[in-house]
């Protein structure tokens, strides 16, 4: 649906090498963009020509239930984090397709107001 291309991706498992590619691009002057979930159809999230994080190994979810918290890695779904959280009788109030990506939705869909 989209025709925007990064010139790289950088498929990334661990914080460190989310911070490494980040170092990457600013130390070569490239235009930076994240996948985490990969479900924004507009292509809004995708830097043309630049260097692309690429999370969606980044999957885990840690669920603390005496906190209430989880924490929960970049490329997670919504899925992911219902899947886990329901397990302790917790819910995350927000979305309805379990494929959307997480990340997007807490942080408004990569919407800027």
Do not use: K, W, Y
């Amino acid at each position: 649906m989209i025709d925007h291309r990064p010139a790289i991706v950088a498929r990334c498992v661990s914080a460190a090498d989310v911070r490494s590619a980040v170092t990457f691009a600013r130390e070569h002057g490239i235009l930076l963009s994240v996948r985490g979930g990969g479900h924004h159809i507009a292509g809004n999230a995708i830097a043309p020509g630049g260097l692309a994080i690429e999370l969606s190994a980044m999957r885990t979810v840690r669920v603390d239930p005496e906190q209430r918290i989880a924490r929960v890695g970049g490329g997670a779904l919504l899925g992911d984090v219902d899947h886990e959280t329901q397990s302790f009788g917790l819910a995350t109030p927000l979305g309805i397709n379990s494929t959307t990506g997480f990340a997007g939705l807490c942080l408004g869909g990569g919407f800027a107001g």
